[in-house]
């Protein structure tokens, strides 16, 4: 059954090569996906070699976790290894059919890496971003083919979370569509065509639930407390855990975005900006005894 939205599977491209842009952990939780599921090369790019040596490490290591737990077998695991390779050249992906860019969620910087880009892909190639929050339509307005730009929203487990938001920007092209709801199927998520809105439809949501737990911490309310009251509500993970799950620095970010957009019904912890500016990751520590404590 065609997803509710997408344009009719015919108009889909074959993707036999695909590019990622930014080595950091959504980047090498997709690339493994990407390789397991097409079976097609995969290059990362990042901009040294130590964060992109630590983007192929990261995949190798989970490819080991898989072996380890017998999900793949040895071969599996050469060929994977194999299939996912590192490059700081973008020439690398002169033959890509669908380069997916997971960098800093900052608008300039995304409309830059998809202006490099433009200069070594095809006119066809599908250029997707992974944003959580940034507008799609804005990404693709400075290229010369904006027509193959999509929203393309994994979530963070990448592996295991089923859901793929895919969001079509003003200029999205049929084809370009159909290519990213064919994509989505082969790697086995379950695609929603989400509208182009701030934060789409999953973060509104998610910030909500983190936003107000950080209010009641902005009013006096003890962390723990706070987490511990989502309880009743049967969340697969706790939003302060969830929080640290995703990184603080992008939680703020989106959280912002949604404030900037929404500004009567979304505001930015102060909390949260404190623990963001001190450089921290992560937002509770656990003692001696295994206890969680603020950190
Ligand atoms: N990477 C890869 N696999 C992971 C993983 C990770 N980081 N974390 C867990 N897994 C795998 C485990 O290996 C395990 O797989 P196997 O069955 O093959 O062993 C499986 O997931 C289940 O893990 P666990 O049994 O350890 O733990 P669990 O049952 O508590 O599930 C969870 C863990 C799936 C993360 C669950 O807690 C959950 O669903 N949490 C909510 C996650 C969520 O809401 N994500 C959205 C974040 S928002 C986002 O990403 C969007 C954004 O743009 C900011």
Redesign the pocket.
Known sequence: KRPVGAPDKGLARPVTKVGVVGAGL?AG?MALLFARRLHVPVVLTDIDQTRLDKGVGYVHG?VD?LLG?G?VSPDEANRLKALVTGSLDKAAFADADFVIEAVFEDLGVKQQVFAELEQHVSAECVLAT?T??LSITEMASKLAHPERVVGF?????????PLLEIVRADQTDDATLATAFATGKQLKKSSVLVKDAPSFV??RL?TRFMGEVLKSVDEGTPFDVADKATEPLG???SPLI?LQ??GSA??LH?SETMHAAYPDRFSVSENMKAFVAAGKTAVWQWDAQGNQTVD
Do not use: G
């Not at 929203?153 to 979370?161: K, Q, S, T």
């Open positions: 959504m939780q989970e976790k737990k999900r992974n959580s929050s929203h994994f979530f963070n487990p990448v592996a295991v979370m999953v973060n998610l969340l697969p993970m969830l799950l995703v992008v939680a989106v």
